[in-house]
Nanobody, 122 residues
Framework: QVQLVESGGGLVQAGGSLRLSCAASGRTFSDYAMGWFRQAPGKEREFVAAISWSGASTNYADSVKGRFTVSRDNAKNTVYLQMNSLKPEDTAVYYC???????????????WGQGTQVTVSS
C-alpha cells in the first residue's frame, strides 16, 4: 500500500482559502487515483473530490463544485486540494486516500492518511 500524509489544515475565516497537500510514499504514486474525503463531528465521512492517475479527470461532490480544485504533481508524489470561498459547513477533518480504479466510484479507496483539521469560522 501507499503511505499518505496530509498537511495544510488550519483555522480560516469564512470566505477564505486553504490549500491541503497529501504526500505519498511507498509505491508508485502515478499508479493510483487519489481522493479527498472529510468528516465533520457527529457525521459520516463524505466524499469531496477525486483525480485520476494522470490528472486528466476529476470528480467533485456537489457541495464543493466551483469552490474546490483537486490537482496532482506526480513528479512530487503529491496531491492537492485548493479550497476557496470556504464556509463554516466545510469544517471537518480532511483525509486523502488512494485507490486503483475509477474516480467515478467512491468505493475501494484502500490507503488513507491520518487527516488534517480544517476549521472555518463565521
Amino acid at each position: 500500500q501507499v503511505q499518505l500524509v496530509e498537511s495544510g489544515g488550519g483555522l480560516v475565516q469564512a470566505g477564505g482559502s486553504l490549500r491541503l497537500s497529501c504526500a505519498a510514499s511507498g509505491r508508485t504514486f502515478s499508479d493510483y487515483a487519489m481522493g479527498w474525503f472529510r468528516q465533520a463531528p457527529g457525521k459520516e465521512r463524505e466524499f469531496v473530490a477525486a483525480i485520476s492517475w494522470s490528472g486528466a479527470s476529476t470528480n467533485y461532490a456537489d457541495s464543493v463544485k466551483g469552490r474546490f480544485t483537486v490537482s496532482r504533481d506526480n513528479a512530487k508524489n503529491t496531491v492537492y486540494l485548493q479550497m476557496n470561498s470556504l464556509k463554516p459547513e466545510d469544517t471537518a477533518v480532511y483525509y486523502c486516500a488512494a485507490k486503483h480504479g475509477s474516480i467515478w466510484s467512491k468505493a475501494n479507496f484502500g490507503s488513507w492518511g491520518q487527516g488534517t483539521q480544517v476549521t472555518v469560522s463565521s
